[in-house]
């Protein structure tokens, strides 16, 4: 391949480049210097490795517990995972046998009408 | 004056003391390139605090890195390749959009600064920086690295990790590129002031 560029756009280029108003440098040996450094470290470093070692603690712990019987089985209850569940009940009342004629509100029907109705009242 | 044999063992011995934790090693590594670093993230993205951040980014990253470092070689130009590569990092993460034309915004005031004639080379140079952004980022690492970073070719090839005959060739397709985009964009600049 030849070198063709000339010499003389070449030249121009870098004395532009020498001369470019660039803002003034920072001072950065405080914001990179060893201590900076070495906190930002500890800082970036210590939480990423705190969750890590809280999660295999947690893990361990629950993997743990799953040994004791009564543990794992209310574990399982909860999850309801492996069980028939069976409730024995008490048939929920028929709502006929509540409104039957000698209820209240058939009193009130063949009663006097002004007269107050009383809930519960004996033999009602 | 130091030759560039003794510049490269004063070096190693702060890179070595560096290495072992010695803060005053670090920290005249660090007041000797955070110009350049620096300067290099602004060619980049193009705004000051942006830059700020991306040169203390790449000064706590070839921290961290020293051990790799091989100290026979020239620190600025692995450092200044850290930098390159935290400043298009950092151009290419979100915001990107709004950034460019924050920069694009910049520029022009930057331009509009420098209105009077003894300062017309800086104007000049500052049309040069956006037809150099107007280029491939290949181009633009080669030029800002040769040209406004002023390594010679073998520092380039070194912070550019290839042989120094392939920076020759890409130079000068840079070149072309970048004359022919001033030739469009700021014919001005072809006309050789003193």
Do not use: C
């Given at each position: 391949m030849t070198q063709s560029m000339p010499d003389d756009f070449e030249a121009r280029i870098q004395s532009l480049a020498r001369v470019f108003p660039y803002p003034s440098t920072p001072d950065l040996t405080t914001q990179a210097g060893m201590g900076r450094l070495t906190y930002r470290a500890a800082q970036k470093i210590a939480p990423q490795r705190v969750v890590r070692y809280a999660l295999v603690i947690v893990l361990l712990l629950?993997?743990?517990?799953?040994?004791?019987?009564?543990?794992?089985?209310?574990?399982?209850?909860?999850?309801?995972?492996?069980?028939?569940?069976?409730?024995l009940q008490t048939p929920a009342p028929d709502p006929e046998t509540q409104l039957q004629p000698g209820g209240i509100f058939s009193n009130r029907a063949h009663n006097?009408?002004?007269?107050?109705?009383?809930?519960?009242?004996?033999?009602? | 004056?130091?030759?560039?044999?003794?510049i490269l063992q004063d070096q190693a011995e702060l890179v070595a003391k560096a290495r072992h934790a010695d803060e005053a090693a670090w920290s005249a590594i660090v007041r000797t390139y955070q110009e350049p670093v620096f300067r290099m993230a602004y060619l980049i993205l193009g705004d000051r605090h942006e830059a700020e951040d991306a040169a203390q980014e790449t000064l706590i990253r070839a921290y961290r890195s020293l051990h790799q470092f091989d100290p026979e070689r020239p620190l600025k130009p692995w450092l200044l390749s850290i930098a390159a590569n935290?400043?298009?990092?950092?151009?290419?993460?979100?915001?990107?959009?709004?950034?460019?034309?924050?920069?694009?915004?910049?520029l022009e005031q930057a331009v509009a600064a420098y209105p009077s004639e003894a300062s017309a080379s800086a104007t000049d140079s500052l049309h040069l920086w956006e037809a150099v952004q107007s280029l491939p980022q290949n181009d633009q690492q080669i030029i800002y690295l040769r040209y406004f970073m002023e390594l010679s070719v073998a520092e380039t090839a070194s912070a550019l990790d290839i042989p120094p005959?392939?920076?020759?060739?890409?130079?000068?397709?840079?070149?072309?590129?970048?004359?022919?985009?001033?030739?469009?964009d700021f014919p001005e600049l072809m006309d050789d002031k003193p």
């Open positions: 629950a993997a743990a517990s799953l040994l004791v019987p009564s543990v794992r089985a209310a574990v399982l209850e909860f999850l309801q995972i492996g069980g028939l569940r069976i409730n006097d009408p002004t007269q107050p109705v009383f809930r519960n009242q004996p033999g009602g | 004056m130091k030759n560039s044999g003794e935290t400043a298009k990092n950092r151009r290419r993460a979100g915001w990107r959009y709004i950034k460019a034309l924050r920069r694009l915004f910049r005959g392939t920076v020759k060739s890409r130079l000068h397709r840079a070149l072309e590129r970048l004359k022919a985009s001033i030739a469009v």
